[in-house]
């Protein structure tokens, strides 16, 4: 079974063409646009960022040879997104150190990352970003479409 996204099928009705040569000849355009680049560029490094954070007891650091890497490969107007995105794990860690002190890792740490679901009862088809663990034990999934980005909370 062929299963469409809201996009491709919003791609068919702007221009078929366009749909055949992105969804059936599976043609990537040469060049992407800034703001598309900048989605890409961000969206991986959030991604990665949680395969290159050190955590040691209640102290959590990025690796800083790592994060200079990426500084120079992305463009630079991902650079606030990049810096906004720091400061709210910064503060996100420091609050899982406040209130689970003995294991603050267990709160901060994706449960799991970057899962390609296709749920059509719900009409979501894309990819789940990121599962955290809640404090009250419930999951957050942080899912994103194609046409919108979703915060679920599932039950224990």
Not at 126 to 143: A, K, M, Q, T
Request: charged share 25%; aromatic share 10%.
């Amino acid at each position: 079974m062929t299963v469409l996204s809201k996009s491709s099928l919003n791609t068919y009705i702007t221009c078929p063409m366009l749909f055949k040569f992105a969804y059936v000849d599976k043609i990537k355009p040469e060049c992407l646009s800034p703001q598309a680049q900048r989605g890409i560029d961000f969206h991986q490094f959030a991604c990665d960022f949680y395969d290159n954070i050190h955590i040691s007891g209640n102290i959590m650091q990025i690796d800083q040879k790592w994060l200079q890497e990426q500084k120079t490969v992305m463009t630079e107007d991902v650079l606030p997104f990049v810096t906004n995105f720091i400061e709210m794990e910064q503060d996100r860690w420091n609050l899982c150190v406040n209130k689970f002190p003995e294991c603050p890792e267990k709160y901060y740490m994706p449960v799991l990352k970057e899962k390609k679901i296709l749920n059509l009862g719900l009409e979501i088809v894309g990819i789940i970003d990121r599962v955290d663990l809640n404090f009250d034990g419930r999951l957050i999934l942080f899912v994103i479409t194609k046409q919108k980005s979703l915060i679920c909370v599932a039950g224990k």
